[in-house]
């Protein structure tokens, strides 16, 4: 049996900043609003530790590959997507911000006010401003 080799930040390229601020950031999408179906191809973060195996990313980040394994283990979509915070890549994010009608020209303006000065902060910019705009939505009570 082949052993698994896991995630080196320090010798792999991480498909998305998996650090403690983006994982944040998405709870507080999450907490704001933003919807998300659980599929193949998703990033989650699994702050409460819900999932036995250990993570092969840090921060307790996984990347649903089989979906069948997720439902097994939570149950049912809908618990995965309660117990479990979506990290959307920068594709996805972008994708959101289009559906959220939000321009090019305001995700530039967003880089440079937020001041996203290396590829790390390039999601945590794109995340703050999907954040900015669900706030913002929200009805006032």
Not at 15 to 36: D, H, V, Y
Not at 37 to 46: A, K, M, S, Y
């Amino acid at each position: 049996m082949m052993k698994p080799i896991p995630f080196s930040p320090a010798n792999n390229h991480a498909p998305i900043p998996f650090n403690r601020q983006l994982c944040l950031l998405a709870q507080e999408l999450k907490e704001a609003g933003l919807s998300w179906q659980p599929h193949v191809g998703c990033f989650v973060w699994d702050p409460s530790g819900h999932i036995a195996v250990p993570s092969p990313f840090p921060e307790r980040v996984y990347f649903i590959l089989n979906l069948n394994h997720f439902i097994r283990i939570f149950g049912s979509e809908e618990n995965i997507e309660q117990k479990l915070v979506w990290l959307p890549t920068w594709h996805q994010a972008r994708l959101i911000l289009k559906n959220l009608s939000i321009d090019a020209a305001e995700v530039l303006k967003a880089f440079e006010t937020l001041k996203a000065l290396d590829e790390d902060e390039d999601l945590a910019a794109l995340y703050r401003l999907i954040l900015q705009t669900l706030k913002m939505q929200q009805p006032v009570t």
